[in-house]
């Protein structure tokens, strides 16, 4: 069965860094999508940045360009998204999922993810 634990949420003021990170275990497929996203109280959640299995592509939606990075460590199944820059929107619960590797899909959609982690939040705020 597929686990996903994330980690690393917490309070930080505006302009500072957080480094979120997802442990992942049980994931049998050659390739898969790993990636991050979030939720904010009253809207939708959505895709934050992705990162491929098979060759480390990464993307990012609009709004995580330039100030956040993700990356892998594939030794110890774990993702990372490293946040800068923090702005008050960025508040939110941040989950970490990945498809099931049946398509090879490698994207932002929420729909296109199987399993998920039980989210952590960030908050920024001054």
């Known amino acids: 069965q597929v686990q996903l634990v994330e980690s690393g949420g917490g309070l930080v003021q505006p302009g500072g860094s957080l480094r979120l990170s997802c442990a992942a275990s049980g994931l049998t497929a050659d390739y898969y999508s790993i990636g991050w996203f979030r939720q904010a109280p009253g809207k939708e959640r959505e895709g934050v940045s992705c990162?491929?299995?098979?060759?480390?592509?990464?993307r990012y939606a609009d709004s995580a360009k330039g100030r956040f990075a993700i990356s892998r460590d594939k030794a110890k199944n774990t993702v990372y998204l490293e946040m800068n820059s923090l702005k008050p929107e960025d508040t939110a619960l941040y989950y970490c999922?990945?498809?099931?590797?049946?398509?090879?899909?490698?994207?932002?959609?929420?729909?296109?993810?199987?399993?998920w982690g039980q989210g952590t939040q960030v908050t920024v705020s001054s």
């Open positions: 999922a990945t498809t099931d590797g049946s398509s090879w899909y490698f994207g932002l959609d929420v729909q296109e993810y199987e399993f």
């Open positions: 990162i491929s299995s098979r060759d480390g592509s990464t």
